[in-house]
């Protein structure tokens, strides 16, 4: 698909709130991108679309957070410091790599066939389940003919599971009903939830500014839209064109040289979002 179409099918379903994109910022965001991995580059261009604050030096990153503002005008992060919190300036400083700011509503600010790679975690159940379809064929058409697209999800199954063993671990005492709203929550707290993560019980004029700052959990794409398992997410990828669909362990790519990017290891060397769903599929060549 070509990236008028891709971009016309995004914005024809995407119901994603427009943040930060200008218009032709798609075209910006191309051209900074290409800037830094030329064509003809031996290494493997890899894309990691939703990164947050989690990037690579491996990778081109993308979003459209705060982060990515800040990340890209560094000279920004001491005023904004007091605002947002020592602990989200920290995880700014440490963010690697190009980062491109773009609403991907607006579709993938990429030409056609430019990925080896695409990635993204915990991105796809931000998206509106009408979108997702036309998300999908955007990936494609930014991948080269057999390149892998690697999705890393919270599972519903696994989810699902917590809770039915919640649920037969009942035994009446106001401790097994407090694990059991644990579990609840798991699922539906992020479908719910209007305040940024981290600021939403806290008053005073700090967390008030920061709210105003931050914005509304919606508006800032934190809100769970879909919730995904191995079942649904073959019918949506299948249906946007990928073929070898395979769920893959948190540690394990057919994506070369992919644990060099990092993107999936935590601090201390472990699986950085625990209890996920891992998938990845091919564009045919
Ligand atoms: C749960 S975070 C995951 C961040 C990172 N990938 C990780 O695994 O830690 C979801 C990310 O998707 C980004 N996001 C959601 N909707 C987006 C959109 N329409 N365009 C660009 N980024 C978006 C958010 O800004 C946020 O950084």
Known sequence: MSNESGQASLRKTAALPPVDAAPGSHLAASTQALDRVPAGSATAVIVNLGCGTKTSERCINVDFSMYALLRRNSWLLPLATPVIGRERADRVR????????????????FADRYADAVYHSHVMEHIPRQAVVGFQKEVLRVLKPGGVQRICLPDLEHLVRDYERSLAADDLTDTAAQRHDVSVAAMFEQCVRQEP??????????????????????????????????VNIRTVLREAGFTDITVRSWNDSAIESWAATGLEV?????????????????RPV
């Open 197 to 230: 993560a981290g600021v939403g019980r806290r008053t005073g004029f700090g967390p008030r500014l920061q709210k105003l700052v931050l914005g509304d959990a919606r508006a800032r794409g934190e809100i769970h839209r879909w919730m995904w398992d191995r």
């Open 266 to 282: 935590d601090g201390s060397g472990g699986e950085y979002k625990p209890n996920s769903l891992y998938v990845e599929c091919r």
């Open 94 to 109: 440490a963010m690697r790599g190009p980062v491109i700011r773009h609403n991907l509503a607006r579709g993938i600010p």
